[in-house]
């Protein structure tokens, strides 16, 4: 790809940019939020058209009109945004658009492709029934049944847009085995990521963008972390210290959980908050962490247990009932739980705190809306036009930062973050630790679900650690270590 331009309403997203891709190398593309790789790669893909520039592929030019194009030439995308579609079987979904038919009949061959789907996943070692709807799945597991999509069509280029994500570090494993058999076979993939490990472990070549622009291209043997970070953001960063952790245990207690339980997900689960800490609930996925956010927060409902807030008993039935009780969620799958993608930035941040905005007849004072949101768009370094662009049309990083400005706007006591640093690039993630660091400083108390070790090492005054529904260790911030953590984590009954 060469001199590649692409212009949004409003946002240059790509400016003369470049890129190259050799058979069996795996390219790590990476940049901050909104950098535009994800555009780039939409172009090469026949998602979006370019404005100027040239795409050559195996040598020829190339006119890539359409991803049906892209897919026939042998380039396909998994895309950060899932694109599976709910309520088809995983089956369906992987063969959508090219269903086998049988003989001369209109009928789907559900069997066939059910057949087929099994060889596929069975290939990768996935244990999934290809007659499962995808909405019954697990964030992780759709994330797989995309990838498994990609594999049918026995694609040359395949390119993985932050395919981690969401993966477990055994899926992770999984995945890089599956990578390393497609370099073997002399395809070229594309790999998108945040997380500077991965380039080192995974990556051949790693190629930074920054504003839309190319910066340089290297073999990942030859340049350091620091350095490709440096080129990310053009700046050095300097992380943040690790915050304090004196006079912890006199502190009034906000929340507590006393034996909660729900099918075999929450087995016994029982803590305690303390205002203005941050407490780190570690453990592998699938420990039951999402779920004990989802139950204190109302959108799963409890078997049994109870919920104390600032040392009175309440029962949350609903979202609802939890937001009034000061209580907010940043769930980890943002795309199904936390933005209206169609609505722009403004009311998105806002629409959690509506009530706070109503003047006495009842209308909202857009006024007060927009500084608020504004505030929050500067205070979060949301790249946005304007505060009246559509969610949808933001890059993955900076959807999930509105996210985050539409709880500190919602002036919650309590607040529960599951992967707050998600698909946010490694400036942004500090900015991320900052502003936690500054909520626990004006008295808010948070919970914070993380998979990234070092993150909740950092980020925590204390850590619970999950194993199998159950809460199988406290430590203290001094006390903890990776090993300590991973020993609980693995602790089964
Ligand atoms: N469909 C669209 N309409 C308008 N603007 C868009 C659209 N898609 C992307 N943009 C803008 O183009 C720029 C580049 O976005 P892109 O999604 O390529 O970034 P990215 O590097 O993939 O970021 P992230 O790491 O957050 O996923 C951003 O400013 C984004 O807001
Ligand atoms: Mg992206």
Known sequence: MEGIDKKFPGVQALSKCRFDLRAGEVHALVGENGAGKSTLMKILTGVYSKDNG???YKGKEVNILSPKMAQELGISMIHQEFNLIPHLTVAQNIFIGREIRKGIGFI???????????EILKNMNLNVDPCTK???????????????KALSYNSEVLIMDE????LTESEIEELFRI???????????????????EIKKIADRVTVLRDGQYIGTADVKDISIDQIIKMMVGREIYETSQISTSDNDER????????????NVIKDVSFKLRKGEILGIAGLMGAGRTEVARAIFGADPLDSGEIYVKGKRVHIKSPKDAISHGIGYLSEDRKRYGLVLDMDVELNIVLASLERFKGLLGWVKRDKTKSESQMRVDELKIKTPSLQQKVKFLSGGNQQK??????????SDI????????GIDVGAKNEIYKLLNELTRRGKSIIMISSELPEILRMSHRIIVMCEGRVTGELSAAEATEERIMYYATKRE
């Open 252 to 263: 009034e207690i906000v929340l507590e959980v006393k034996n909660l339980k729900r099918g």
């Open 134 to 148: 995808v909405m019954n799945l697990t964030v992780a597991k759709q994330q797989m049944v995309e990838i498994a």
């Open 108 to 118: 789907l061959d559900e069997k066939e492709i059910n057949k087929r789907t099994e």
């Open 415 to 422: 607040l529960i973050f599951d992967e707050p640093t998600r």
């Open 402 to 411: 509105v996210v985050i400005a539409k709880w500190l706007t919602q002036d």
């Open 163 to 166: 395919p981690t994500g969401a």
């Open 54 to 56: 040239k795409i050559f």
């Open 179 to 197: 990578i390393n058999q497609l370099r073997q076979k002399g395809v070229g993939i594309v790999y998108i990521t945040h997380r500077m490990e």
